[in-house]
């Protein structure tokens, strides 16, 4: 089970709206920034979201990054096919030890 | 642009070592501001993040406490690589491995990864 939990799967119609959310706790996403993770079937992860917020250079602004206490949230709108991925949250987490690098399990995005 | 080529077995009999390796083009490996990571993949632990090096004048090495007692990441300041070694393998340790740098702006982020290695853990 992982530290960090996400919704297993989310759906929605090309062109439309989805959000993914990450929960967490005060040991990781309520003292840390999040980083959020496309994963393209076969490929490896890529990343979309850093800093909570930041997208890198490449990455269209349909995808955006919010937070608020010990949660975070992955928006993506106008909705294509090739947005269906693997979605990964992942930040620091200090519950065991002096810290681990965790990730959500994951959420598996269709565009219907 | 930074890319990451990994080398390896796709084979490790139980008991034995990991190793793996990850070469580095378009940064360094004693950049004083990135980190070089291990992180792997399976249907049962999801991804899971197993251990960084990083230079700060000097080197520095974190573990995830899951795997602390049997592995070993080292870096190649000749060859501009990295590498990871786990001992002591058992099946459970069956996954696609990838290397990834790590950045940092306000915090830590993965922004270049490897294309991943399948590690058949098998007699």
């Known amino acids: 089970q992982s530290v960090l939990t ?21 040991s ?17 992860p890529k990343l979309l979201i850093y800093d909570s917020n930041k997208r890198p250079s490449g990455i269209p602004d349909r995808f955006s990054g919010s937070g608020s206490g010990t949660s975070a949230t992955l928006g993506i709108t106008g909705l294509q096919t090739g947005d269906e991925a693997d ?10 030890s002096a810290g681990n690098w965790v ?4 959420t598996k995005l269709t565009v219907l | 642009q930074v890319q990451l080529q990994q080398s390896g ?11 793996l390796t990850c070469a580095i083009s378009g940064d360094s490996v004693s950049s004083n501001t990135a980190s070089w990571n291990w992180i792997r993949q399976s249907p049962s632990r999801g991804l899971e993040w197993l251990g960084r090096t990083k230079y700060r004048s000097k080197w520095y090495n ?21 590498s990871l070694q786990l001992n002591s393998v058992t099946p459970e340790d069956t996954a696609v491995y990838y290397c990834a740098r790590g950045s940092s ?17 098998s007699s």
């Not at chain 1, 990730?103 to 994951?106: A, I, L, P, Q």
């Open chain 2, 62 to 82: 974190d573990y995830a406490v899951s795997v602390k007692s049997r592995i070993i990441i080292n870096a190649d300041t000749s060859k501009n690589q990295f």
């Open chain 2, 105 to 121: 702006s306000n915090w830590y982020f993965f922004d270049s990864w490897g294309q991943g290695t399948l590690v058949t853990v």
């Open chain 1, 6 to 26: 996400q919704p297993p799967s989310v759906s929605a119609a090309p062109g439309q709206k989805v959000t993914i959310s990450c929960s967490g706790s005060s």
């Open chain 1, 103 to 106: 990730f959500g399990g994951g």
């Open chain 1, 28 to 44: 990781n996403i309520g003292n840390y920034y999040v980083s959020w993770y496309q994963q393209l079937p076969g490929t490896a």
């Open chain 1, 87 to 96: 979605y990964y949250c992942g930040t620091w987490d200090t519950t065991v």
């Open chain 2, 9 to 19: 077995p796709g084979l490790v009999k139980p008991s034995q070592t990991l190793s």
